[in-house]
């Protein structure tokens, strides 16, 4: 088994140094911030949903799918959300509106960018499985959850259905989620690309984290560290420390195989992603400690992610 230090330098820094040469190109202005939401463009519209597909197309969805894992993590980031909300609102004294867009940065992580990149070097195999089975949900069900409770707190002339329909039209057309409907339908199907279209589909997929997180590190440069640090470090900690904590628990008690309690952990391990930002822009409620805690929380997640991979078996 690694060291400590050794699992730190070769797992979890060479993910964090990309996005920190992304960062300094913004800080330089070698890159503008016109380029670097083209190249995230690139990344999340091309590379990753052909790197979803190509993982999705080959994998055992009857072993990978589990019920049990699935809950295992779903429900820690739901925890995460209430207590996001409720501390929001009773801790903090904001108002609902605020809370529900606080617990959103508690319930959508950054899994894809950084809980994927850090479970295939530090485990690989089957926990990775566990890591795009748990992507393949995680913006329809987290995005799901956001919206009903938010619409529900403001009562607004739209609704609830309206504004769930309307969001769930979007998804059918969001590349990422074409990238991983087309990864089922290859599975499920047995479909089998044209060798020179297979290998431009792998060429493409692994651009994708490179490409992603390099410009990561460009837009986090936007989001000072503005707003409320005691609320933000309420974030931090329930998203780095209490919703792994949680699916660890529930992992446990369920007795999931290892691979993906492994998988489940490090998926829950991570900061708020920039869409937690999305949604309380998208609302205009909470932006300021919304950014600053997908910032900040980063961070401080090069330590959080390192003790916990000490932790797990």
Not at 77 to 86: I, K, P
Not at 117 to 122: F, H, S, Y
Not at 166 to 191: C, E
Request: charged share 10%; proline share 4%; with cysteine.
């Amino acid at each position: 088994m690694s060291s400590p230090l050794e699992t730190l330098a070769s797992v979890i820094l060479p993910v964090f140094v990309v996005v920190g040469i992304g960062y300094l190109a913004a800080i330089s202005r070698l890159i503008t911030e016109t380029g670097f939401d083209q190249l995230m463009k690139f990344a999340t519209n091309f590379a990753i949903p052909c790197l979803l597909f190509g993982a999705i197309s080959t994998i055992d969805i009857s072993a990978s799918f589990g019920i049990a894992m699935l809950g295992t993590f779903y429900g820690a980031a739901s925890l995460g959300f209430v207590a996001g909300m409720l501390g929001a609102r009773f801790l903090f004294a904001r108002d609902w509106e605020d809370a529900v867009a606080i617990g959103f940065c508690t319930l959508y992580g950054n899994v894809m960018l950084v809980g994927l990149p850090i479970t295939e070097r530090a485990y690989g195999g089957v926990a990775l499985d566990s890591v795009y089975a748990i992507l393949a949900l995680h913006a329809p069900l987290c995005y799901l959850l956001g919206i009903l409770v938010m619409e529900v707190v403001r009562n607004s002339g739209r609704g609830v259905l309206r504004t769930v329909g309307q969001v769930a039209l979007g998804m059918l057309r969001n590349p990422i989620m074409l990238g991983i409907y087309a990864g089922f339908f290859a599975n499920l199907t047995g479909l089998l690309l044209p060798d020179a279209l297979d290998q431009a589909v792998d060429l493409l997929a692994q651009a994708a984290l490179p490409a992603a997180l390099f410009a990561l590190g460009g837009i986090l440069y936007r989001y000072r560290p503005e707003g409320d640090l005691r609320l933000i470090g309420y974030i931090a900690l329930l998203s780095l420390f209490v919703q792994p904590a949680l699916t660890l628990g529930f992992a446990t008690l369920l007795r999931l195989e290892l691979a993906q309690l492994q998988g489940a952990v490090l998926a829950a391990s991570v900061a708020p992603g920039v869409n937690a930002y999305l949604f309380a822009n998208m609302y205009g409620r909470a932006r300021r400690v919304a950014a600053s805690s997908v910032l900040l929380a980063t961070a401080g997640s090069i330590v959080t992610i390192w003790l916990w991979l000490q932790i797990l078996p």
